[in-house]
Each structure stands twice: as structure tokens, then as C-alpha cells.
T-cell receptor
């Protein structure tokens, strides 16, 4: 069974479009994250949600809006896509209680903006 | 502020050689946690190990070993008798005790050739 799943795996779209990436975890975790990996492989936190509440919102353009309908899901909606948004987006989850808890990552969504 | 430095961008070795991947971190916290993740060519992020700041014991897992030294703020990773399947990008990461986000280093790309 997949622990953290993301859909779609690949997303190719035109500049200016709006798109969403979905993330679901079946681990019973209550903390979820979005990380962005750029073309140089650098991984950086974008958002963190705990019990559906936004905990971290790094310096991310407000074109990016995370939505957590329940503890098992954290979706990422991106408005007015730009070329610079091309990257791999990883969803992750962990059990709250300790930062020592392992973060489990999804397979990633490769977004290409043309 | 937290910072993780992986000074080696790329390393290339021949199979069966030993290789050490360096990780140096900066933090003002006394309690923090360190992680290593592997990203093979298939793209997923695979957890390898975690260590808390109070546990300086080295760890060995098969061909993998980790050396944590607080005195030098380093958490180095050694692969003994490397194999082609070890070819991947390896990330070192740090999270503060009260944190929700992993701060990743820029990664070291390891290529093991036959």
C-alpha cells in the first residue's frame, strides 16, 4: 500500500494556467508538508500543516495556495503558472509529537510550465 | 538560523571503493535532529537514518555507516565497498526540536561505475 501518494506524477501546462496537485497519506499522520525541488535538486520547504492548520508558510508567492480538507490530504493549488514554477513538488507527512519523527515523502510531481 | 552544507557536489568512484559524503551543519539550538535521505535516479526520497543531537554514537547498517561529531558540527556518511546501485543524490538535513521543516543541504551526487 502506498503510504504517501501524489497525483499527477507529471504535469505539463502553459504559462498562465491554474493547476492543482493532490496529496494523500494513509499513515494516520497529522502533519503534512509541501517541498519544492528545483532544477539544481535543491529541496526547500514551502508549507507545513498540522491538524489541518497552516504552521509554516515560507516565502512562497501567494499564487500558491495549499488546502487541507482533512488530516489525510494536503493539496497544492497554483494560480497563473510561471516558467519559474517548473520543478518537482514533493508532499510528505509525519507524526506530530517530535521533530525527530521521520518524514515520509511521496513520489513527487514533476511540473513543467511551457 | 539553520544551515546544512554538503560541499561535495559530485563524487565519482569505481565499484568497491569506499566513499565518504560530508555534511556540516550550523545551528544555535542545543536540541536538533539530523537526517540523511537518498534520491535514486527514479526520483523518490528514501530515508536512511536520523540522529538526535544528544546521541553521538556512530551507526553502522550493512555497508553504510554514519559518523556524528558535535565538536565539528558534522554528520558524515560512508559507504563501504560501493556498488552501482548506490548511485544517487544523497541529502543531509537538519530540523530543530520545535521545527516542522527539514532544512536540506544541496545534496551530493554519487556516481558509482563498474
Amino acid at each position: 500500500d502506498t503510504a504517501v501518494s501524489q497525483t499527477p506524477k507529471y504535469l505539463v501546462t502553459q504559462m498562465g494556467n491554474d493547476k492543482s496537485i493532490k496529496c494523500e497519506q494513509n499513515l494516520g499522520h497529522d502533519t503534512m508538508y509541501w517541498y519544492k525541488q528545483d532544477s539544481k535538486k535543491f529541496l526547500k520547504i514551502m508549507f507545513s500543516y498540522n491538524n489541518k492548520e497552516l504552521i509554516i508558510n515560507e516565502t512562497v508567492p501567494n499564487r500558491f495556495s495549499p488546502k487541507s480538507p482533512d488530516k489525510a490530504h494536503l493539496n497544492l493549488h497554483i494560480n497563473s503558472l510561471e516558467l519559474g514554477d517548473s520543478a518537482v513538488y514533493f508532499c510528505a507527512s509525519s507524526q506530530t509529537g517530535s521533530a525527530y519523527n521521520e518524514q515520509f515523502f511521496g513520489p513527487g510531481t514533476r511540473l513543467t510550465v511551457l | 538560523a539553520q544551515k546544512v552544507t554538503q560541499a561535495q557536489t559530485e563524487i565519482s568512484v569505481v565499484e568497491k571503493e569506499d566513499v565518504t559524503l560530508d555534511c556540516v551543519y550550523e545551528t544555535r539550538d542545543t536540541t536538533y535532529y539530523l537526517f540523511w535521505y537518498k534520491q535514486p535516479p527514479s526520483g523518490e526520497l528514501v530515508f536512511l537514518i536520523r540522529r538526535n543531537s544528544f546521541d553521538e554514537q556512530n551507526e553502522i547498517s550493512g555497508r553504510y555507516s554514519w559518523n556524528f561529531q558535535k565538536s565539528t558540527s558534522s554528520f558524515n556518511f560512508t559507504i563501504t565497498a560501493s556498488q552501482v546501485v548506490d548511485s544517487a543524490v544523497y541529502f543531509c538535513a537538519l530540523i530543530r526540536n520545535s521545527g516542522y521543516a527539514l532544512n536540506f543541504g544541496k545534496g551530493t551526487s554519487l556516481l558509482v561505475t563498474p
